[in-house]
């Protein structure tokens, strides 16, 4: 299986994305995580990363986009993988075209967390006291929501005229979530 989740800021990606790998044995690779584990080592795309990441922007696809290519050309990535947090951009799509047909090998579905706004923006605000986050600050928030809306929400139009687009209500509990992106995912698997 090769999946992309996207939403907007808080939709609750990265816990998901956690579950929907581990259902397909797959890894799932977020950008996001990815860019923080090299801001807090220190390295040079983490120092380059960090200066669009705490303004809420985001980082320029030339960088993102090795990034990506590298880590899907790791053998575990072979068999499949979920992107989460890319592609984030028109470009990046394009990109990410390439990576893929590369390979030999085809996107199979792209999942839509949708969300209400408001609420997203508690639940960040929530997450920034437990996990301290830099970019979870209200100003950051409203950037990242900003910026989602500008460059990647465009995408969702994309991948629906491809057929791959699985809309899923993010809204509620984390379980109730994941058994709603696992009955519509199940049957893309078995098609
Ligand atoms: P969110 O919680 O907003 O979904 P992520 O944890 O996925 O955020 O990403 C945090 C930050 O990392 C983004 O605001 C951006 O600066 C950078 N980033 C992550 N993925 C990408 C990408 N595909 N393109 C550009 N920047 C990215």
Same mark, same amino acid.
């Given at each position: 299986m090769r999946l992309i989740i996207m939403g907007p800021p808080g939709a609750g990606k990265g816990t998901q994305a956690r579950y929907i790998a581990e259902h397909f044995s797959i890894p799932a690779i977020s950008t996001g995580d990815i860019f923080r584990a090299n801001v807090s080592q220190g390295t040079p795309l983490g120092v380059e990363a960090k200066k669009f990441m705490d303004a809420g922007e985001y980082v320029p696809d030339e960088v993102t986009n090795l990034m990506v290519r590298n880590r899907i050309d790791e053998p575990d990535a072979e068999p499949g993988f979920l992107l989460d =947090?890319?592609? /984030?951009t028109v470009a990046q799509v394009e990109e990410l075209d390439g990576m893929i047909a590369f390979t030999g090998h085809r996107l199979d579905a792209v999942v839509v967390l949708t969300v209400d706004q408001d609420e997203v923006v508690q639940r960040l605000l929530q997450r920034a006291q437990t996990e =301290? /986050?830099?970019?979870?600050?209200e100003d950051v928030i409203r950037r990242r929501q900003e910026i989602y809306t500008e460059q990647t929400a465009p995408l969702i139009d994309v991948y629906r005229d491809r057929g791959l687009l699985v809309e899923v209500d993010g809204m509620g509990e984390v379980d109730d979530v994941t058994k709603r992106i696992f009955a519509t995912l199940d049957v893309v698997s078995e098609s």
């Amino acid at each position: 299986m090769r999946l992309i989740i996207m939403g907007p800021p808080g939709a609750g990606k990265g816990t998901q994305a956690r579950y929907i790998a581990e259902h397909f044995s797959i890894p799932a690779i977020s950008t996001g995580d990815i860019f923080r584990a090299n801001v807090s080592q220190g390295t040079p795309l983490g120092v380059e990363a960090k200066k669009f990441m705490d303004a809420g922007e985001y980082v320029p696809d030339e960088v993102t986009n090795l990034m990506v290519r590298n880590r899907i050309d790791e053998p575990d990535a072979e068999p499949g993988f979920l992107l989460d =947090g890319y592609p /984030r951009t028109v470009a990046q799509v394009e990109e990410l075209d390439g990576m893929i047909a590369f390979t030999g090998h085809r996107l199979d579905a792209v999942v839509v967390l949708t969300v209400d706004q408001d609420e997203v923006v508690q639940r960040l605000l929530q997450r920034a006291q437990t996990e =301290g /986050r830099a970019d979870d600050t209200e100003d950051v928030i409203r950037r990242r929501q900003e910026i989602y809306t500008e460059q990647t929400a465009p995408l969702i139009d994309v991948y629906r005229d491809r057929g791959l687009l699985v809309e899923v209500d993010g809204m509620g509990e984390v379980d109730d979530v994941t058994k709603r992106i696992f009955a519509t995912l199940d049957v893309v698997s078995e098609s």
